[in-house]
């Protein structure tokens, strides 16, 4: 059974910091394009960023562009997410997705196959 498992939430200050990660089991990782979605209280799942099998094309939400990046190692079955100038809005639970294939970077929920259990980023203001 593929597992996903999300790593590196918690609470950081306004203008902080915070890495993710998460690392994939019992799949075949590099078949895989990988994303990040984060869900709000009381708001739909929403996309953050993606990247495609290599991580050569990646794909950002307007309102994480030039905050977050995201990458991956292949070889340690590892997808990232670095958060940086974080702000209250982007407090959520952090979710990361694997859809198979080779295409383009994939932006929307129903397009991955598996997700992990997420992990809760609290930004404080």
């Known amino acids: 059974q593929v597992q996903l498992v999300e790593s590196g939430g918690g609470l950081v200050q306004a203008g902080g910091s915070r890495r993710l990660s998460c690392a994939a089991s019992r799949l075949t990782f590099s078949n895989f394009a990988m994303g990040w979605f984060r869900q709000a209280p009381g708001k739909e799942r929403e996309f953050v960023a993606a990247?495609?099998?290599?991580?050569?094309?990646?794909n950002y939400a307007d309102s994480v562009k030039g905050r977050f990046t995201i990458s991956r190692d292949n070889a340690q079955n590892t997808v990232y997410l670095q958060m940086n100038s974080l702000k209250p809005e982007d407090t959520a639970v952090y979710y990361c997705a694997a859809a198979l294939g080779y295409g383009a970077p994939k932006t929307v929920v129903f397009e991955y196959k598996y997700w992990g259990q997420g992990t809760q980023v609290t930004v404080s203001s």
């Open positions: 990247l495609n099998w290599n991580g050569q094309s990646t």
